[in-house]
Nanobody
């Protein structure tokens, strides 16, 4: 059974930091590729960062590199997204999602269409 539960969102000011959590279970954490996505009002869902269960590697889109960092906690089966220097344009609903994949690639995919399972999302609002 796949488990994805986001938390940690909230209302912050521009320049602040937030850490989002995606609580999973062992089956999800150890056997699935997991990613973070964001959907701003009126916009399509966009990929931010993902991680591979095979070797723990992570990948991020260029627009958030240097500000957002994905990390894994194998004890807690939790994926984090540390977000620094937040901007008003970072406002949106943040989702974690997972897919199984067909093989044992170390490279996760930063495309929402690849992901089959989604959490309920957590709202992040950044005020100017």
């Amino acid at each position: 059974q796949v488990q994805l539960v986001e938390s940690g969102g909230g209302l912050v000011q521009s320049g602040d930091s937030l850490r989002l959590s995606c609580a999973t279970n062992a089956a999800t954490f150890n056997y699935m590729y997991i990613g973070w996505f964001r959907q701003a009002p009126g916009k399509e869902r966009e990929a931010l960062s993902c991680t591979s269960h095979t070797d723990g590697s992570t990948y991020s889109v260029d627009s958030v590199k240097g500000r957002f960092t994905l990390s894994r906690d194998a004890v807690k089966n939790t994926i984090y997204l540390q977000m620094n220097s937040l901007k008003p344009e970072d406002t949106g609903v943040y989702y974690c999602a997972a897919y199984r994949g067909a093989g044992y690639s170390n490279h996760c995919i930063l495309n929402a269409r690849e992901y089959d399972y989604w959490g309920q999302g957590t709202q992040v609002t950044v005020s100017p």
